[in-house]
């Protein structure tokens, strides 16, 4: 889940608009563990209203009384540090706090040991994505 990065950048974008989207978009492709979460940061964020952070309880329970706070795909891959099976949108190994590049096509965590690298923004990419593509999706660089 790509949106998941957007949590990384607290300090530069709203965390309003960063849990909402990701409580939209988790909703929406029924990884309601993930859902939850953000749900769980909007109605503690300090600058929502009394009102506000009711509305969001509110839509939260209609959510959770429905389906349950599980993630419906649950696929797993191995961490290639430790070898402990993580969800496959983990940027962070929890068994061992390894931080995994991110591909910048899928929004995936690199576990790949030969990966491709921007010459412009320097960022990485599984090769086998990035091969489907004439720019660069972060820096629209030409490859």
Known sequence: MTALHLTDYEDLIDPAEIYSLLALSSCATRQFAVCSRAFIKLENLEA???????????????????YSPKDT????VECTSC?????????????????FSTCVVTGRPLLAKKFWLCPTCKHHAYEEEINLLQFCPLCHGKL
């Open 83 to 99: 070898y402990a099976q993580i969800q496959d949108y983990c940027q962070v190994c929890p068994s061992c706090d390894i931080k």
């Open 73 to 76: 795909q649950m696929k797993k």
């Open 48 to 66: 929502f209203t009394v009102d506000e952070k009711e509305s969001y309880k509110k839509l939260a329970m209609k959510i959770f009384t429905k």
